[in-house]
């Protein structure tokens, strides 16, 4: 996959990881955006306003026989603009397969929202956002 997110700061207590259970067929990089699915399974993001989970911590390997994956829910990281543009300080969520958006009222009851842009964006800029979940 690309547009995987970079640490920049973890914050709290080493970015608050918390499991979630993956498929053990699954292949996951390290930084990618994880979607929440029921009950409490992570896969990667893929499409706008997924509902989002955290960053993966660690990379997931298809077919190594781990079923969970370690996920960042506090820091700062670069991220990538799906394309829109995002202005500083606005809030994003997930805008497609590793990817954020600014967001709109309606997005705040999805689920999908990132962190906040702490750096203005231009279309497909990597910008510094604030992760929080």
């Not at 990281?77 to 829109?84: C, I, N, R, T, W």
């Amino acid at each position: 996959m690309a547009n995987e997110a970079v640490i920049i700061e973890l914050l709290g207590n080493g970015g608050d990881p918390i499991r979630c259970t993956v498929a053990d067929g699954t292949t996951i990089e390290k930084g990618t955006l994880i979607k929440l699915t029921d009950p409490r399974t992570g896969v990667a993001t893929s499409a706008d306003n997924d509902p989002f989970f955290g960053i993966a911590a660690a990379e997931k390997v298809a077919n190594d026989g781990s079923t969970t994956l370690a996920c960042y829910t506090n820091g700062i990281f670069d991220l990538v603009d799906s394309g829109a543009g995002i202005t500083c300080g606005a809030t994003v969520n997930v805008g497609g397969a590793n990817l954020v958006i600014a967001s709109a009222a309606a997005d705040l009851l999805t689920g999908s929202v990132v962190g906040k842009a702490l750096e203005t964006a231009s279309a497909s800029e990597t910008i510094a956002v604030r992760v929080l979940v």
